[in-house]
């Protein structure tokens, strides 16, 4: 029998010059990758089949959107390994740090404006404090001849990344991070100065290097979302 109930979602079909027919769920948006002659029912097919998994992501995704920062007077933000109650307030631009308070004046404070701000302060934060950073664990694991220079770069899905002439790219929102993981980001990108890959050598090379660093893949797989906004 077919069922005559349409799924609770709805989807884009991509066609291009495959063979197969392929799900994504990404940013709470379904797209189906199809043949270019792929017939529409055979598509439906596919969809119906997988929509229990596509309805189970979809779930997980309007969640991990839940848990981000809203920007929001109240929210607990941590910056570099301390926790602070964020305040935002209306006055002369502004952001300072008071004890347990992280305090941020605008003008006129709304989400958009807020998050302008923020941005450009921990870039500042970043470049003042991360490169010291790196610079000294890079000395640590014998990689300071290899490390050309550390950039930052706020991009909406990575933590970091090493480029092939020696330039670690960090997200300087890994500020927000826990320490721990802010140490194993730092560890992670330098690492990929001896191996420019995700090998198993790589990992070993990691967990030579920061053997605490599955605890910090964990947090961030937990918990990594909530700091982006
Ligand atoms: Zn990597």
Redesign the pocket.
């Known amino acids: 029998m077919i069922s005559e109930t349409s799924p609770a979602f709805d989807y884009e079909v991509i066609r291009s010059n495959r063979r197969t027919l392929s799900i994504e769920v990404h940013h709470q948006k379904v797209k189906v990758r199809a043949p270019q002659g792929a017939p529409d029912d055979w598509i439906e097919g596919f969809v119906y089949q997988k929509a229990k998994w596509i309805a189970r992501k979809l779930l997980e995704q309007a969640d991990k959107q839940a848990d981000r920062l809203k920007l929001q007077t109240g929210e607990i933000i941590s910056f570099i390994g301390k926790t602070h109650r964020l305040v935002i307030e209306k006055g002369a631009n502004r952001i300072s740090l008071d004890n347990d308070k992280l305090v941020i004046t605008n003008r006129e404070p709304t989400y958009e404006t807020v998050k302008k701000q923020l941005d450009r302060w921990l870039l500042s934060q970043a470049k003042e404090w991360l490169p010291e950073r790196v610079e000294k664990i890079a000395a640590r694991l014998g990689f300071s001849s290899k490390l050309k220079g550390v950039r930052f770069r706020k991009t909406k899905t990575q933590w970091g990344h090493c480029t092939r002439q020696g330039i670690v790219q960090l997200n300087q929102l890994i500020l927000l991070t826990p320490m721990y993981v802010i140490e194993y980001l730092i560890i992670?990108?330098l690492t990929?100065l001896k191996h420019l890959n995700?090998s198993k050598r790589f990992w070993k090379q990691v967990e030579l290097n920061c053997p605490d660093y599955l605890r910090a893949e964990d947090w961030l797989k937990q918990h990594g979302h909530s700091v982006w906004y």
Do not use: K
Request: without cysteine; proline residues 0%; charged residues 25%.
């Open positions: 992670h990108e990929h995700h």
